[in-house]
C-alpha cells in the first residue's frame, strides 16, 4: 500500500462480492486507501483486480463474525487511522422448518447472527478506537429487518439496526455518525442465488412487482447511498435506518 501512514483508510468487510465489492471498487476509483475484509482471499483479490487505484487497497483475510477475525482486521490497519468503515458482511444462512426442534433452531439462529450481526459489531469495536472524531460507520442491513421476512436472518438484521442506534449514542459525542442501511432486492449479487432460491432472473419479476417503482435494485443504488452518507451530506444524519429499496415495505 502506497498511501502515506497519516492518510485515515476506509475498512470495507465483505468486499468480495456483492454490495461490499461494488463499494470498494467505487472508493478505490475515487483515489480513496481501501482496507478490503472478507473470508477468501480469493474473492478480495479478485475485487481489487477489477478496481482502479489498485495500489491504494489492501486485504484483510478472516472470518469477522469471530472474536479472532476481529482481531486480526485491526493487526491489519496496521496503526492507520481510519476515516469510515462499512459493514458489508453477511449471508442468508437457513430457514428453520416447521417441527425442527430446539437443537436446529439453536443452530440456524446462532448461525444467522454469527453471520450477520457479529460480523459488524465485533470487527466495529475492534476498531473503533482507530475511528477518527467525524469518522463514518455505515451498516449495511436489509428490509428484511425492517418488515420480518427472513426468519432468523430477518431478526438478525434488526438487531443490526438496533445495535447502530446504540452505537450512535455511544459515539455521537465524537462526531461519529452510524446509520444502517435497508436494501431490497439487489439483482447483481449472488446472495439469492447462494441462499438455494434460484437462478436470480427468476425472482426479479416478483420482486419488481412488491415496489412502489415496479423495479428492483442494483449495485450501485446501495453505493449511492453510502457515497452520500461518506460525504458532507451525511454530516448532520446519524442513528437512522435508511431504506433503499424502491418502496418495497410501503407495497406490502
Do not use: H
Request: proline share 4%; net charge neutral.
Amino acid at each position: 500500500m502506497t498511501v502515506p501512514a497519516d492518510k485515515p483508510i476506509i475498512i470495507v468487510t465483505g468486499a468480495g462480492s456483492g454490495m461490499g465489492r461494488a463499494i470498494a471498487q467505487v472508493l478505490l476509483a475515487q483515489g480513496l486507501p481501501i482496507l478490503l475484509a472478507g473470508r477468501r482471499r480469493e474473492r478480495l483479490d479478485e475485487t481489487v483486480a477489477g478496481a482502479a487505484n489498485q495500489d491504494l487497497a489492501r486485504v484483510a483475510v478472516g472470518d469477522l463474525g469471530s472474536p479472532a477475525g476481529a482481531d486480526a482486521l485491526l493487526d491489519a490497519v496496521c496503526g492507520c487511522r481510519v476515516s469510515a468503515l462499512v459493514a458489508s458482511a453477511g449471508g442468508q444462512g437457513d430457514f428453520i422448518r416447521p417441527g425442527a426442534g430446539a437443537a436446529a433452531a439453536e443452530t440456524a439462529w446462532l448461525a444467522a447472527l454469527r453471520m450477520n450481526l457479529f460480523t459488524a459489531v465485533l470487527p466495529i469495536e475492534a476498531v473503533l478506537s482507530r475511528i477518527i472524531d467525524g469518522g463514518r460507520i455505515i451498516l449495511i442491513g436489509s428490509t428484511a429487518g425492517i418488515d420480518g421476512q427472513g426468519g432468523p436472518y430477518a431478526t438478525a438484521k434488526a438487531a443490526l439496526a438496533g445495535y447502530g442506534r446504540d452505537l450512535a449514542r455511544r459515539v455521537g459525542g465524537r462526531g461519529i455518525t452510524v446509520n444502517t442501511l435497508a436494501p431490497g432486492f439487489i439483482s447483481d449479487t449472488d446472495f439469492f442465488e447462494a441462499g438455494g432460491f434460484g437462478p436470480v432472473n427468476s425472482l426479479i419479476d416478483a420482486a419488481a412487482r412488491q415496489t412502489l417503482l415496479g423495479q428492483v435494485g442494483r449495485c450501485d443504488d446501495v453505493v449511492a447511498a453510502v457515497d452520500w452518507l461518506l460525504g458532507p451530506g451525511g454530516r448532520w444524519v446519524t442513528g437512522q435506518t435508511i431504506s433503499v429499496n424502491g418502496g418495497t415495505i410501503m407495497v406490502q
